[in-house]
Structure formats: structure tokens, C-alpha cells
């Protein structure tokens, strides 16, 4: 967190995941009653998950650590797999 110079405002930079980022503006505005400007995204870079959005637990070793397969919104491998939460957002966001 920085002031601006020279205004009241202060300038919060933080980096967040692209997909997660669509609807921010509307939703600062919202939840700040007007009070927020718009915020300005910038990309800054590309990084690989490291999760495999379409693994199933299927030895009995892995059902015991992880569970049974859950077919539960995001939580279909019965993990919290955040590859799979974002191909779900741009799939739904695309009308797939």
C-alpha cells in the first residue's frame, strides 16, 4: 500500500490468478458503495499449476489419503483442484 502523490488515494498492488480477476471492477464498486476507482489490471506473467485438473484417486493408497471420487461442483476428484475450478470458470463463462 502507497499514497498517491499529490491526491488522498492509495495505491494497493497485488497479484491475483487472470481467471479469478473477471468481475473484480463491478465488484469493488459494489461492495465500496462507489468509493473505490476502477482498478487497473496488469499482466505480469504466466506460471504453471501444478495440479492435473483431470486426476482420480484410483489405488487404494491414494482413496485413503484422499478420499472416494466426489462428484460435488469443484471438488469432483474429492480434492480442492484449483485447475479444474478454472477451466470450469472459463468453460461456464464461454457457454461450454
Sequence with gaps: DTMVDGTDLIRITATIPQAESFGLAPELLKKSSGEVTAPELV????????????????????????????????????LDNNALKYIRMVRSRKGL
Design 43 to 78: 499482466f505480469s506473467r504466466w506460471e504453471v499449476l501444478d495440479e492435473d485438473p483431470f486426476w482420480i484417486p484410483t489405488t487404494e493408497e491414494e482413496r485413503e489419503d484422499y478420499g472416494e471420487i466426489l462428484m460435488n461442483g469443484d471438488l469432483s476428484t474429492g
